[in-house]
């Protein structure tokens, strides 16, 4: 299982605070098994908005030159069929793969 991140954290903490002061207002119990009912609803509630949180997905430098090689692909696609065949020969394998990381 991943580690959290501080901002699933930071929700899931916030989430459990707030609505344990809220549902303790509201229901203005006093009983200890009041208390321990609203406390267990609350971390519940915390751990729901905690896992839910979206998660960033890292983007890896070859997603990120898919996109810029499209993007410049474009233009010479444009030029005729000269163009639309260099943009389809392969390129080779150290274009990909840089040596240093």
């Known amino acids: 299982m991943p580690r959290p991140t ?3 954290l930071a929700y899931g903490s916030a989430t ?3 609505s344990t002061i809220a549902m303790l ?3 203005q119990t006093s009983t200890g098994l009041g208390v321990a009912v609203i406390s267990a609803a609350a ?3 915390g751990l729901l908005v905690a896992l839910t949180v979206p998660i960033p997905r890292r983007r890896g430098r070859h997603a990120a030159r898919t996109g810029s090689s499209a993007a410049a692909g474009a233009p010479a696609a444009q030029e005729g069929a000269t163009g639309a065949a260099r943009a389809s020969e392969p ?3 150290t274009a990909e ?3 240093h990381h």
């Open 6 to 8: 501080a901002a699933q």
């Open 16 to 18: 459990v605070v707030v």
């Open 25 to 27: 207002l509201l229901s």
């Open 43 to 45: 971390l519940a509630l």
């Open 91 to 93: 390129r080779p394998a």
């Open 97 to 99: 793969y840089p040596v």
